[in-house]
C-alpha cells in the first residue's frame, strides 16, 4: 500500500470512528437520564411565605417530576402551620409553630435538643434565637400577636435529601438555608401573617450564624 493510500485509509477510519462516537454520545444523553425534566420553581411557594428564587437553590436543575408545592392557603393565617415543596427526589419543610407562656429565649434553649447534631451552630436575627445543623434551621421570637396575644413565633425547616429521612442540606447552601428561616419568620411575623406588634423590627437578609 501506498503512502497516499495509508493517508486515505487512516482519514476515512478516523471519519467513521467519530460518527460512532458522535452517535454513542448522542445514544447516550437520550437514554442515560430518562424522564428528567426541568424543574420550575414558582416566584412565589409556600403560601406566599418564601420566595421561588430563594428555594430553587436547594433542587437540581432537572430530576424526575416536576417542583410540587403542597401548601394550599395563604402561610401563617393560624397558629400552626406547614409546607412541604418536593422536586427531583429532594423536600424542604417548613413548618410554624407557637408557644404560650414562655419566651423566645427560654424555648430555644428548651428546644436545643439537636446541639449534637452534624454542623450544628448558633442562629440570631435581631432578638430572634435558634440554632442549626446539617439538615435544619431553627429561630424562635417573641411575638405580641394583634391576633393571638404573646406567643412565641417558631420557625423550623427541615431538609429531605435523596434518600428516605432527612438529609445534609447541599453543599455551600447552609447560610442560604438559615435565610429562608429568616425569611419564613418575617412573613409570619408581619400583615400577612399574625400581625406581630415590632415586627418590622426584624432585620433584613440572613441571620447571623454562630
Not at 424543574?39 to 432537572?62: H, N, Q, W
Not at 415590632?198 to 447571623?208: C, D, I, K, S, W
Request: charged share 20%; hydrophobic share 40%.
Amino acid at each position: 500500500m501506498t503512502i497516499s493510500r495509508k493517508r486515505a485509509f487512516l482519514a476515512v477510519a478516523a471519519f467513521v470512528a467519530l460518527l460512532g462516537l458522535t452517535a454513542g454520545v448522542l445514544f447516550w444523553q437520550k437514554h442515560e437520564s430518562p424522564g428528567l425534566v426541568a424543574i420550575d420553581v414558582p416566584r412565589k411557594v409556600c403560601g406566599g411565605a418564601l420566595s421561588g428564587p430563594a428555594v430553587a437553590p436547594l433542587f437540581p436543575k432537572k430530576g424526575k417530576g416536576e417542583f410540587v408545592d403542597y401548601a394550599d392557603a395563604p402561610f401563617a393565617l393560624s397558629l400552626t402551620d406547614s409546607c412541604m415543596m418536593k422536586a427531583g427526589g429532594r423536600a424542604a419543610e417548613l413548618r410554624l409553630y407557637t408557644h404560650y407562656d414562655t419566651s423566645a429565649k427560654e424555648w430555644s434553649a428548651h428546644d436545643d435538643t439537636w446541639n449534637d447534631s452534624p454542623g450544628y451552630t448558633k442562629l440570631s436575627l435581631g432578638t430572634a434565637t435558634g440554632h442549626a445543623g446539617s439538615f435544619f434551621a431553627r429561630l424562635n421570637w417573641d411575638c405580641n400577636s394583634r391576633l393571638h396575644g404573646s406567643v412565641v413565633l417558631s420557625i423550623w425547616i427541615n431538609y429531605y435529601g435523596p434518600r428516605e429521612g432527612y438529609g445534609d442540606v447541599p453543599k455551600g447552601k447552609r447560610g442560604h438555608f438559615a435565610e429562608l428561616a429568616g425569611e419564613a419568620l418575617r412573613y409570619s411575623a408581619g400583615e400577612k401573617g399574625l400581625k406581630c406588634e415590632r415586627a418590622a423590627e426584624l432585620p433584613q437578609g440572613a441571620p447571623t450564624v454562630g
